[in-house]
């Protein structure tokens, strides 16, 4: 669909030449019987140079390309309706030059809503890479933790201050869904001041997708889910929310490892294999539960969340099971991973996950929203 998108808008603006070429006599074209004068021969030819400067920057994903679009099918628009009954059948790929441009407005300005989002919870972050992760640290903490963090790696590393954690996805939004949406996923997360922020881009079919972000931070967690960076489908705040984005906070702790050390976690051993970790965070309270194998690795995080934001919302066992392990700067952490609702008649695996990459504490400057 791309490559045809392209082809489009090359053509059409080539097309515009012809308006060129008659203004200054250079070749007859008789698809327009109307006199065009040199100046107007110049607007067509500058009008056609603007489709082909909108091709170039939509392919390379410019984040400015849809004000060129728009400018250029304005322009364009106002010399067909002039010269209407030569070139009204420029109308149709003008419309569809402009949907397009619309809808990479709806991502510029989501992305911007993420950014200014992320760049404020990272610039909360104090970042201390003369800090290292010592045995010291693990004191206190149950056994099965202690073997998980030195599994992981951490032992002697830079204290994570905060992560990005690049992620493929595939999605299911109802139980009964067959077909798994395709989507790419970017999430920060902050340790010393709880908090994480993550961007979803996923694609229904080749012509709609939906943009999302997640939120947790203040406390207070947030659902946003736009049609094309457009139209609202969700926009979700309030306590259930805010228990459930904070658990959700706490199982990611094994991307970022020195959050089990957080003042914020308590910990309770179960036995050998298995621990139960309590966030407490301004208003907000969230626990689960960690099991790891006998080599240390985590391989599981259980919790009680709420299904949904609603009054009637109830509590339902969300799982994460883990697949595959695999090291970003040199910090062992899982790498595939499935999430499940256990309801009362089903279970309804809707996510399947796997890391892309892993950057250990960024600045606010490197930060970014999840490009289509």
């Known amino acids: 669909m791309r490559i045809a998108f392209l082809i489009l808008i090359i053509l059409h603006g080539l097309i515009h030449f012809l308006g060129f070429l008659k203004g200054f006599g250079i070749a007859e074209v008789k698809e327009l019987s109307l006199s065009i004068s040199r100046p107007v021969g110049l607007v067509w030819l500058a009008t056609g140079l603007l489709f082909l400067v909108y091709g170039i920057s939509w392919w390379t994903g410019y984040k400015f ?50 950014q200014a989002d992320t760049n404020r919870i990272l610039n909360r972050t104090q970042l201390t890479p003369e800090k290292a992760v010592s045995e010291e640290d693990l004191q206190g903490l149950p056994q099965p933790v202690q073997e998980w963090l030195r599994r992981s790696g951490i032992i002697g590393k830079p204290f994570i201050s905060n992560g990005s954690v690049l992620q493929k996805l595939e999605m299911k939004m109802k139980p009964e869904q067959e077909k798994w949406l395709q989507a790419n996923a970017l999430q920060y997360s902050t340790v010393d001041v709880p908090a994480f922020i993550w961007s979803v881009d996923a694609r229904m079919n080749s012509f709609i997708g939906f943009l999302g972000r997640d939120k947790f931070e203040g406390g207070k967690g947030e659902m946003l889910i736009k049609l094309e960076g457009l139209v609202n489908v969700v ?37 050998d294999t298995t621990a139960v970790a309590t966030l407490i965070y301004k208003d907000s309270r969230g626990s689960g539960t960690f099991s790891f194998n006998s080599d240390g690795d985590f391989i599981r995080f259980s919790a009680l969340r709420y299904k949904g934001n609603e ?62």
């Open 65 to 114: 390309s849809w004000v060129i679009g728009i400018i250029a099918v304005v322009i364009s628009q106002i010399l067909i309706i002039i010269y209407w009954e030569e070139a009204k059948a420029a109308t149709l790929p003008n419309l569809i030059v402009l949907i397009v441009a619309i809808v990479s407005f709806g991502s510029y300005n989501f992305n911007r809503l993420v």
């Open 311 to 372: 009054s009637t919302a109830q509590r339902y066992p969300w799982v994460l099971n883990v697949q595959e392990h695999k090291s970003f700067e040199g910090i062992r952490v899982p790498s595939k991973m499935s999430a499940t609702w256990k309801l009362e008649h089903q279970d309804w695996t809707w996510l399947k996950l796997e890391i892309v990459d892993i950057n250990y504490n960024v600045g606010g400057s490197k930060a970014e929203a999840v490009k289509r």
């Open 235 to 271: 926009d979700e705040k309030g306590e259930k929310l805010d228990e459930g984005s904070l658990q959700r906070y706490l199982g990611e702790m094994v991307w970022l490892p020195t959050l089990a050390l957080s003042p914020y976690v308590s910990w309770e051993a179960v036995d």
